[in-house]
């Protein structure tokens, strides 16, 4: 007996002792999931679903969260910035054993639903793959514990007088406009984006000039960008500005 799934977009046919890569399942190692979407069965009785099988499902156990193969994406642009990059990608999998296939009582058998990682929280994800935080957001996150100190000790003191504060004032603006670098002169980075960059301890043109593959996969996912490093090639950008 055979049957069809579909999950994280696609299908696949499926018998019991099947080892299968899937799109990543929001699940630990070594528990059984359950695949609800079956649009067909095979067998002695072959059932088509319109488009899914009532109350049939595809059980199987998850053996490991792991990677594809890496995929090679190389972009070279002619006109505006005579730039070529060459970047690397893997896909995050789950590898999967099927086990029993059910034509019936699916809603009975009390087992978890296979969910994609897609449809769930990040810190859902973060607790199934143990990474609680990419290497990239720790110096961020560092940065901004250490404000608050940096704060308390620049806070005048009760007993200081009125007139003493608002000298004060003008020196700290200067020194936020004297730190960093004007991150808008990136084509395609704007104030929004800039104020992001800001929020996540970016600042400096020397610090996106260093970003690695894996600093850009991480940023790009946490704020959403969708490629658009890569797209319009900041990182080369940054390094033609840095050098002044």
């Known amino acids: 007996m055979f049957a069809v799934i579909k ?12 080892m299968l890569r899937v799109e990543r399942i929001a699940a630990n190692a070594g528990e ?15 059932q088509v679903g ?12 998850v053996v490991d969260q792991i990677k594809g193969e890496k995929v090679i994406n190389f972009v070279k642009r002619r006109r505006k910035h005579s730039s070529k990059r060459t970047k690397g990608h893997r896909q995050k999998l789950t590898l999967i054993k099927i086990g029993d296939i059910l034509a019936t009582g699916a809603g009975k058998s009390k087992v978890m639903a296979a969910v994609g990682t897609g449809s769930v ?27 608050p100190k940096a704060a308390k000790k620049a806070a005048p003191k009760a007993d200081a007088e009125p007139k003493a504060e608002k000298k004060a004032a003008p020196k700290k603006a200067a020194a936020k406009k004297s730190d960093g670098d004007d991150l808008s002169e990136i084509s395609g980075v704007g104030p929004v984006i800039v104020g992001k960059l800001h929020a996540e301890g970016i600042t400096t043109f020397a610090q996106i000039a260093a970003w690695t593959d894996a600093d850009v996969e991480a940023i790009e996912e946490k704020l959403s960008f969708k490629g658009r490093v890569g797209r319009e090639d900041w ?3 940054a390094k033609e500005l840095a050098k002044g």
């Open 7 to 18: 999950t994280g977009g696609k299908q696949y046919k499926v018998a019991s002792g099947d």
């Open 32 to 46: 059984t999931v359950q695949f609800n979407e079956v649009l067909m069965l095979g067998g002695d009785k072959p």
């Open 50 to 61: 319109a488009p899914l099988i009532e109350d049939a499902a595809v059980q199987a156990e």
């Open 121 to 147: 929280s990040a810190a859902a994800v973060a607790a199934i793959t143990g990474k609680f935080a990419d290497e990239a957001a720790k110096p961020a996150k560092a940065k901004k514990a250490a404000a």
């Open 235 to 237: 990182i080369a950008q």
